[in-house]
Antibody, heavy 122, light 108 residues
Framework: EVQLSESGGGVVPTGESLKLSCAGS????????MSWVRRGPRRGLEWVSG????????YYSESVKGRFRIFRDNSKKTVDLQMNSLTAEDTAIYYC???????????????WGQGTQVTVSS | SYVLTQPPSVSVAPGQTATIPCGGD??????VHWFQQKPGQAPVMVIY???DRPSGIPGRFSGSKSGNTATLTLGRVEAEDEADYFC???????????FGGGTKLTVL
């Protein structure tokens, strides 16, 4: 059974940094692209970032480009999201999601973690 | 940037059929996926590649596409179907994932 488990969320002051981590199990982690998706209060789902199976391609939404960085360690079966210069707009539940293929392009998200709460306070 | 348009809300009586549209330019040339999210829970994929249903998703859920509008249809709606529903595509020009704004399905 595919399992994704996020960690690293918390309360952080505006302008500070936070690193989220997602651990995968129950599947061949290094064969699949991964993504981070968030849902803020009173908002819809918002895609944040994605990474190919090998880690060679990374993708970012305009709202986080230049502030967030995604990376993965296939030997540890983890995908992390380093978040810098956080603002109140980044307050959300952050979900880790698996893609049923090695590339993010076109594909859907077939498995999701339970999410980790990030709150940016002023 | 690419925009997917969904109605904010749809209401339906139990046992009836609910349809949730998702509109966007060039939808006819890209795959559309649908997700259900209930309060306090992670999203669940209910339809992928326009009309395919993952294992474990009831047959009451179906997807279709005509021109630049994709539609999620829920037949014989039950109280447990009350949730937010989101469509999603890959924008190949900008190389980003795009979600629709979401539709809150209320079962009367």
């Amino acid at each position: 059974e595919v399992q994704l488990s996020e960690s690293g969320g918390g309360v952080v002051p505006t302008g500070e940094s936070l690193k989220l981590s997602c651990a995968g199990s129950g599947f061949s982690f290094g064969s699949y692209a991964m993504s981070w998706v968030r849902r803020g209060p009173r908002r819809g789902l918002e895609w944040v970032s994605g990474i190919s199976a090998s880690g060679g391609r990374t993708y970012y939404s305009e709202s986080v480009k230049g502030r967030f960085r995604i990376f993965r360690d296939n030997s540890k079966k983890t995908v992390d999201l380093q978040m810098n210069s956080l603002t109140a707009e980044d307050t959300a539940i952050y979900y880790c999601a698996k893609v049923p293929g090695s590339s993010l392009a076109v594909a859907e998200f077939d498995s999701w973690g339970q999410g980790t709460q990030v709150t940016v306070s002023s | 940037s690419y925009v997917l348009t969904q109605p904010p809300s749809v209401s339906v009586a139990p046992g009836q059929t609910a349809t949730i549209p998702c509109g966007g330019d060039t939808l006819e040339t890209t795959s559309v996926h649908w997700f259900q999210q209930k309060p306090g829970q992670a999203p669940v994929m209910v339809i992928y590649d326009d009309s395919d249903r993952p294992s474990g998703i009831p047959g009451r859920f179906s997807g279709s596409k005509s021109g630049n509008t994709a539609t999620l249809t829920l037949g014989r709606v039950e109280a447990e179907d009350e949730a937010d529903y989101f469509c999603q595509v890959w924008d190949s020009v900008s190389e980003v994932v795009v979600f629709g704004g979401g539709t809150k399905l209320t079962v009367l």
